[in-house]
């Protein structure tokens, strides 16, 4: 059974970790939380889940300069307010591209600009100004030689297709026809990508019940109830599919291709009220499971096989500070000290990932004071006797430069050497325990392995992932950690 399980593992990786041009799951994060970390503590978490992909719905340049140096990639945000004077004056455009990109490059690694959110549906008057907003902020990019590394596109919702079934059949809404015209020419002229957000948890309560909830959840149908377009006669496994075929359709009746989507939104309440009865935990955690799966196997939807589907999951944090149903304040991954809301991974118990890893490490608690966290850290390197030479200036495990990540390596060294002798992850309260692998890059932490599969979710390769406000808001793209000895493996293969 173990070698069966270690087969299955190794299988995985090899089609993760050997595809370097694959696709990756993304998270939002929205701030609109009490207790928020600070931005050194949320980067601190991120590299502790091995993320690799930032997205920021502003600039915020606390969180801009936190990002600096981590090899995380960045997109920013310009916020709907900031449309209109960006689509207006070209100087404005050129003054925010300098102050929030060009300030920061080539330390904070951003590579795409966000315009607005969902402005079509939510600010249609302001929809005439878009696609000058876009076109300044990319000759801005120009200006300064960036427009090579930083993409620029807009967020849409599925609110813009007029009728998103069958997917053969679907259109943009005929009054926005003007619009997506010069935005898909823009697009294509500057070789970026249509940003999408797809929610099949809100698809599905409108469709009161012509749809089953086993389609939205990724999970298998019976032949009786398979979802088929009449037209073209691809069956669709699920409704993530299809809202993208969707909205590939959409696009093409417009005649343009080439132009790949990224879904920058999806994802699926864990907690409603009583009038929201899907939204459960177990609902939450097989939908975002099998997404995962899904994107992670590199594929397209039935209309665009070959191209495979970004995907950024609606969000890493319950923004319990948002007004609106209660469904709305519980949509998170992780609580703000890193653990898991529900179980994360592969959902497959047979294969042990992240939060589901017999192993468990010592972390500093993100919480805790600089004082305390310094104290902690010098009596583990002192009087505990860790071994702290990886996180001195020039090793492994000194970047990120923090109190956090330095306390978090001692700490753990200490308790995996001394645990076994009544050694214990406390360190004043600071401490805490975990099951996610919190080795990053070439820093492995005591206790973990180059055969460990590393981080929350899984996700292809590295790469540049509905009913969202525009609260400050960020997306992290994450990541397998360097497998070295599954790599072999997939050579031996």
Not at 68 to 89: D, F, H, R
Not at 299 to 326: C, H, M, W
């Amino acid at each position: 059974m173990m070698l069966r399980i270690w087969l299955n593992a190794v299988l995985l990786i090899c089609g993760l970790f050997c595809n370097a041009t694959g696709a990756f799951v993304g998270v939002n994060i929205g701030t609109d939380v009490s207790n928020m970390p600070s931005p050194p503590d949320i980067v601190a978490i991120l590299r502790a889940h091995q993320i690799t992909h930032v997205r920021l719905y502003d600039a915020d340049a606390h969180m801009l300069n936190a990002l600096a140096n981590t090899g995380i990639e960045v997109m920013v945000s310009v916020t709907n307010k900031e449309v209109l004077g960006i689509g207006e004056l070209a100087s404005t455009a050129a003054a925010w591209v300098n102050k929030n990109v060009a300030a920061y490059a080539p330390s904070t690694n951003i590579t795409a600009i966000s315009v607005g959110s969902e402005v079509l549906t939510t600010l249609p008057h302001a929809a005439p100004i878009l696609v000058p907003a876009m076109s300044n902020l990319h000759k801005a990019l120009v200006a300064s030689n960036l427009n090579d590394q930083v993409k620029v596109s807009t967020p849409n919702s599925m609110d813009v297709v007029s009728r998103s079934f069958p997917p053969s059949t679907a259109t943009f809404n005929t009054e926005l026809n003007s619009t997506m015209i010069q935005i898909l020419q823009f697009l294509r002229n500057t070789k970026s990508f249509y940003m999408l957000n797809a929610y099949p948890y809100y698809e599905y309560v409108k469709s009161n019940g012509i749809f089953p909830l086993d389609y939205t959840l990724f999970k298998p149908l019976s032949p009786v109830k398979q979802i088929v377009d009449p037209n073209t006669l691809f069956h669709y496994n699920s409704m993530f599919d299809a809202l993208i075929d969707a909205t590939y359709n959409s696009i093409a009746d417009l005649n343009f291709s080439g132009i790949p989507i990224v879904v920058t939104e999806t994802g699926w309440p864990w907690f409603g009220g009583s009038n929201e009865p899907d939204a459960t935990s177990g609902n939450a955690e097989v939908y975002i499971n099998n997404l995962i799966r899904r994107v992670s196997n590199d594929s397209g939807p039935p209309s665009q096989p070959a191209v495979p589907i970004n995907t950024y999951i609606y969000e890493l944090f319950n923004e319990d500070k948002r007004p609106g149903p209660i469904s709305e304040r519980n949509w998170g991954l992780v609580f703000t000290n890193g653990t898991s809301v529900y179980d994360l991974g592969l959902a497959d118990a047979e294969i042990s990932t992240g939060a589901n890893s017999s192993s468990l490490f010592c972390i500093a608690r993100p919480s805790a004071d600089e004082k305390s966290l310094q104290d902690g850290l010098n009596w583990a390197c002192g009087h505990g006797q860790a071994n702290c030479a990886a996180v001195q200036k020039g090793q492994p495990c000194y970047s990120p430069d923090t109190l956090q990540n330095h306390a978090s390596y001692a700490y753990n060294d200490y308790y995996q050497k001394m645990r076994g002798s009544g050694g214990t992850c406390d360190f004043g309260g600071t401490a805490t325990t975990t099951t996610v692998n919190p080795s990053y890059g070439s820093c492995r932490f005591t206790g973990s392995s180059n055969s460990t599969l590393g981080g929350l979710l899984p996700s292809s390769a590295l790469g540049p992932v509905g009913q969202s406000s525009e609260s400050t808001r960020t997306a992290v793209g994450l990541h397998f950690g360097t497998i070295v000895a599954a790599a072999a493996v997939c050579l031996v293969i």
